[in-house]
């Protein structure tokens, strides 16, 4: 199939802010660390342009803040916007996932699968960027399974500051499997009401989790 050097170019953007937003949930970019289109070039093997324009999207995502005359800081978040940010997780994800399980069809099911699987799977190895990865990617097809486009660029804009546990204890990590794993049987038996209630406590244990995180940076 052909693609378009534009195509080319898009894929190859979303792609490096994709591995950035790691970087910055893995700790590997520290909170309040400046980073400069260089520093990123270099990391990442990139050309200037392309560190260039994904410094605005992470700007834009809430993952980086602009400081004039001194460029681009990893943003360092207070308790009360992380609070904010997974009320309106909760609030979005609730609304999706009711959608999701009302219209889900078989491929989305499938989707959800494979993505357990895939974090299962990187527990066991002790991948802790695969597990955070699919951890992120279920909760981004929940939104993508309702099938609103208002709801996926709602939360594609939706900051992610992250300051939970990464290094999860294999009990904390077998929890959150079974909570997904949960979470996907209520979307297939058409359950929107139970959908949601185990949504809400996921996301309201990460939430104490990453609360408890963001005390501990703050106090070591």
């Known amino acids: 199939m052909y693609k378009s050097q534009s195509d080319e170019h898009a894929t190859q953007q979303v792609d490096l802010c994709r591995r950035l937003r790691e970087a910055i949930i893995?700790?590997?970019?520290?909170h309040g660390q400046r980073i400069t289109e260089k520093y990123i070039s270099e990391m990442m093997d990139v050309k200037r342009g392309p560190a260039r324009?994904?410094?605005l999207?992470?700007?834009?995502?809430?993952?980086?803040r602009k400081v004039p005359s001194l460029g681009y800081f990893v943003e360092s978040n207070s308790d009360?916007?992380?609070?904010?940010?997974?009320a309106v997780r909760v609030a979005l994800e609730t609304i999706a996932i009711r959608r999701a399980a009302e219209n889900a069809r078989r491929e989305?099911?499938?989707?959800?699968?494979?993505?357990?699987?895939?974090?299962?799977?990187a527990v066991e190895r002790g991948d802790t960027a695969e597990r955070v990865r699919e951890d992120l990617n279920f909760h981004a097809e929940i939104v993508h399974a309702s099938g609103s486009r208002v709801l996926q660029r709602a939360y594609s804009t939706l900051p992610r500051p992250f300051?939970?546990?990464?290094d999860l204890p294999r009990k904390k990590a077998?929890?959150?499997m079974q909570q997904h794993e949960a979470i996907i049987k209520a979307i297939g038996d058409r359950d929107p009401d139970r959908a949601a209630e185990i949504l809400a406590l996921h996301i309201s244990e990460h939430d104490k989790s990453a609360n408890a995180g963001h005390d501990s940076a703050k106090n070591g």
Do not use: A, N, T
Request: a negative charge.
């Open 163 to 166: 300051y939970g546990p990464i």
């Open 53 to 55: 324009e994904s410094l």
């Open 57 to 64: 999207i992470l700007e834009g995502q809430g993952l980086v």
């Open 174 to 176: 077998d929890r959150v």
């Open 108 to 121: 989305d099911l499938v989707r959800f699968q494979l993505i357990c699987e895939g974090m299962r799977k």
């Open 80 to 86: 009360d916007e992380i609070r904010d940010v997974y």
């Open 26 to 30: 893995l700790g590997h970019l520290e």
